[in-house]
């Protein structure tokens, strides 16, 4: 029974008297050990002259005041075949609290009462253990059962023997999983308190590591499966972006095969080719011009997406003269804008060569400025100016393209918002220009795979600054390396 109250199979012993206590030594002595400052009642020692046990309180026996229950008790296990053994470790004992927690007992007075006592208490966080009992190794034998049978290794058992010749300590250390051996005659009061409370310190350790490595466990199973799902959602998205990309391929072949020839006959009937054109016929087939090369533009930008995403977009390193390039790129989006056409100025930085060339891909660098220029007119009134200036940064590493407009100009919070693919802005002309909202983010997108970036610095209704900088590679090295 728990709680120092000895358990029902020691009525089978036989009744023992408690020795007489000589009177208590009381005084500053080194095994006076208070373990309570508000102790009223200490345990004091004693040495009689014919006992192996050192250890005997003074006659104070009354309860501790203000005790907590708050917490479980550290549940400490005493198996000696002596009656005294147990009254005078209980009292020894029976004030020390650790971690805010009081200490319970449990009596065994055999090793096989003690075995089925540690079946039923399997929390148990010391045992305080006698050798010789019923046989002269019964509790070596009990170490055996807890450890190997009952496959306790969290328990601390202290080995207190009155018989040190039967159970040698050497052999027994090394032969036994014990945590430390004590001889009844050098075990004070205060080794005894010393002794416990480094043994639950231990033990609280090894529950504590237990306790982390069950639940790292659960984790780690927990991750292991989370891991699983993962990789089983990535291999559906893989399948599914693939399943798109297919399907974007052949459908943008598929679109671009009527608009083109949409496109080719709007430009054979502009051309008078099938006979004179009045100038609204005219109007009306600019109209339909540039809605096509919208439209167009708007397939190419869905399919390089689903390229870009799948990774299957290649780039073609080339050398391309930096002035041609700007001004094809400004031609390339002036073609498709209705009259009057507004005015697009380039700007190319004095300290830089008109016949610098850059190691880039022309297919992809143009594709960037004519997104960035006909954004300009796009979002701007007709008779504001837009443009383009090319400069270098200070130390000639990165050339900077800054597309300019008068426009509408772009709140601050949503500066990160525009880069992000099917994003319109919500104002009235943007909602008067609806796209499909992929041409800044595959703008993006194309400059990140060209060593690249972009920023926005921009006012509402002051107009916009997109500013592109790349890298100014020597004509014979390549992004990946030399060539």
């Known amino acids: 029974m728990i709680n120092s109250t000895q358990h029902e199979s020691r009525n089978t012993q036989p009744t023992r008297t408690a020795p007489t206590l000589p009177a208590p030594l009381r005084g500053p002595g080194a095994d006076d050990l208070v373990l309570q400052h508000e102790d009223v009642a200490r345990p004091v020692l004693a040495k009689p002259t014919n006992s192996d046990d050192q250890l005997f309180l003074s006659e104070d026996l009354s309860d501790a005041h203000g005790l907590s229950e708050q ?72 170490v055996k059962h807890v450890r190997e049978v009952i496959g306790n290794k969290r ?30 005659t050098e075990l004070t009061r205060t080794r005894l308190f010393t002794t416990v409370v480094a043994a639950l310190r231990t033990y609280n350790h090894v529950t504590t590591i237990e306790a982390n490595k069950r639940e790292l466990g659960l984790l780690y199973e927990g991750l292991k499966s989370a891991n699983i799902e993962l990789e089983r959602a990535k291999n559906e998205a893989e399948q599914a972006n693939k399943a798109k990309s297919a399907f974007l391929s052949n459908m943008g072949h598929e679109l671009r095969t009527p608009l083109a020839v949409i496109q080719s006959k709007s430009d054979v009937f502009r051309r008078g080719i099938y006979g004179p054109v009045t100038e609204r016929q ?47 790129s400004i031609a390339e989006t002036l073609a498709f804008v209705e009259e009057p056409k507004p005015h697009i100025s380039l700007n190319i930085d004095e300290a830089l060569d008109e016949s610098l060339s850059i190691y880039t891909d022309e297919q992809r660098l143009r594709q960037v400025l004519v997104h960035l220029v006909h954004n300009t007119i796009k979002f701007s009134p007709a008779d504001s100016e837009s443009g383009l200036i090319v400069t270098q940064d200070a130390h000639r590493q990165h050339l900077i393209f800054t597309i300019w ?53 921009s006012m509402i209704g002051q107009g916009s600054r997109f500013i592109v900088t790349l890298p100014n590679h020597p004509h014979w090295e390549s992004p990946g390396g030399s060539q």
């Open 282 to 328: 005219a109007q009306a087939l600019q109209i339909i011009r540039s809605n096509g090369r919208t439209l167009l533009t708007m397939i190419n930008d869905l399919f390089d997406m689903s390229k870009i995403e799948a990774g299957e977009l290649e780039l073609a390193y080339t050398l391309v003269p930096l002035k041609s390039l700007c001004q094809a």
């Open 155 to 184: 328990v601390r058992i202290i080995l207190r023997t009155g018989q040190p010749g039967l159970a040698p300590e050497e052999s027994v250390i090394i032969d036994y999983d014990i945590n430390d051996y004590k001889t009844k």
């Open 71 to 142: 917490h479980e008790p550290w549940k400490i296990m005493l198996v000696d075949d002596e009656d005294e053994v147990h009254q005078v470790t209980q009292l020894a004992l029976r004030r020390v609290r650790f971690q805010n927690r009081r200490l319970s007992f449990i009596s065994a007075y055999s090793a096989a009462e003690a075995m089925q006592l540690m079946q039923e208490h399997p929390d148990t966080a010391v045992i305080l253990l006698d050798v010789v009992m019923e046989t002269n190794h019964a509790g070596l034998d009990f």
């Open 405 to 457: 407009d008068q426009g509408i100009g772009i709140a601050q919070e949503d500066y990160k918002r525009i880069f992000e693919p099917f994003v319109q802005l919500d104002t009235s002309l943007t909602r008067s220009h609806a796209g499909a909202g992929l041409g800044l983010s595959l703008v993006k997108q194309l400059l990140e795979l060209l060593d690249g970036s972009i920023r926005v610095e």
